[in-house]
């Protein structure tokens, strides 16, 4: 008995003298949004390019970083922008934009080399990409890729996929429309009952399917067939007042919507005044694209923000902060505008972007206040973190 109780006084003896784990850097006492909740105070280490630890206990680190009175949100993502130079890539990355989801390009092996060199690139949003969206000749978006591989008789919804794969896209972007630009005839598009084989295929081979959609009636239809998100909302003031069976329709699909809405926000001074003139009549205004977020959030369909930037329309940095602000406008809490652009795009796209948690890439921003309060606080930029660096 006496050498039992010796043995196990031995063993205590050196469980508690056991050092703890040193980490490369510890960031103390910073306030943490981890993406989908405040943390308050804690203390994050990274080893490496990755998040190793967050805890209330004091770590130890061969570095040491103070962040009292400092706030640490994962990188932002724009959720749909449609890059076409360098300059896009690193346009929004100062101001914490660190993760941009390309939602069709004309250059998939482009669009490849840019994922390839982003991925550890400082300086420069971290791109993930659709490659090719899916539509038939002479569909949109050909008038702008007119090389572009497009599902027709000869090209099964099959091997169109394949060929997708083989350009290791990290997800399916499909076209629908039922409109032309500016009351122009609608294009050609894809069949209902391609747009279903379309995500089902990709469901098959483990992508989610995203649709672009504009309008009531397709998105009802789309949404039977679930979808794993809708990348436009509606922008018609045609399809007014919106029933509310609308709303149940797509909560009940379990899709997710990235609104692009922050547009109706920026003005239109500089267009030509037809354009103006049609805008104003056809198109919803900010308000009332507010009142759709808001009773989307309330049927509690997930909400991602992004903002269709492109080339001619929204840039890739400051424009970003006007679709929160409309989200603002919808009635939505700073918390919960927080989350459209972090924790909300990794559970819809199940990427390693927009949150901050043990295991996960150590990329972050750090503000000098609290956005919580005050969402243009998310202008205070102190440091861009991207796997475990800053500049």
């Known amino acids: 008995m006496k050498r039992l109780l010796f043995f196990s006084l031995i063993i205590l003896i050196l469980v508690s003298c056991k050092e703890s784990p040193k ?79 390309n939602m069709h390009t004309g250059l998939e092996d482009r669009e490849l080399d840019w994922k390839t060199m982003t991925k550890d690139s400082l300086g420069f949003s971290t791109l993930y990409g659709a490659g090719y969206a899916a539509t038939v000749p002479g569909g949109h978006p050909t008038q702008f890729s007119p090389d572009m591989e497009t599902i027709n008789d000869s090209l099964s919804i099959e091997d169109w996929i394949n060929h997708r794969i083989s350009k290791k896209v990290d997800y399916i972007k499909i076209i629908h429309t039922n409109g032309g630009f500016m009351g122009d005839p609608a294009p050609p598009t894809l069949a209902y ?61 379990g899709a997710f919507v990235i609104p692009t809405a922050g547009i109706n926000l920026k003005p239109t001074e500089g267009l030509p005044p037809f354009m103006q003139e049609w805008i104003s009549s056809n198109l919803l205004d900010a308000q009332e694209s507010a009142e759709i977020v808001k009773k989307m959030h309330e049927a509690g369909i997930l909400i991602v923000a992004g903002t269709d930037s492109q080339e001619g329309q929204m840039d890739f940095g400051e424009d970003y902060f006007l679709e929160l602000e409309l989200y603002k406008m919808a009635g939505l809490s700073n918390l919960e505008i927080l989350k459209t652009a972090t924790g909300n795009a990794a559970k819809a796209f199940e990427l ?40």
């Open 352 to 391: 390693p972007i927009g949150e901050i948690k043990e295991g996960c890439p150590a990329t972050f921003v750090l503000l000098n206040a609290d956005p919580l309060l005050d969402l243009s606080n998310l202008r205070k930029v102190e440091q861009v973190w991207k796997n475990g660096s800053t500049k």
């Open 23 to 101: 980490y490369d850097i510890v960031i103390e006492k910073v306030n943490l949004f981890d993406g989908y909740e405040d943390l308050g105070t804690v203390n994050v280490a990274i080893n490496h390019d990755t998040i190793a630890a967050i805890s209330i206990n004091e770590l130890n680190a061969d570095s040491i970083i103070d962040g009292s009175g400092k706030f640490m949100i994962p990188g932002l993502v724009n959720g749909h922008v449609h890059v076409n130079s360098l300059e896009d890539l690193k346009a929004g990355y100062s101001l914490g934009i660190l993760t941009l989801l």
């Open 193 to 253: 009952d391609q747009i279903n084989d379309l995500i089902q295929e990709a469901h098959n081979e483990g992508l989610k399917a995203v649709v672009h959609v504009g309008d009531v009636e397709e998105m009802e239809t789309i949404a039977k067939f679930n979808p794993d998100g809708f990348v436009h909302m509606l922008n018609m003031k045609k399809d007014l007042p919106i029933e509310e069976s609308f709303y149940e329709a797509i909560s009940k699909s």
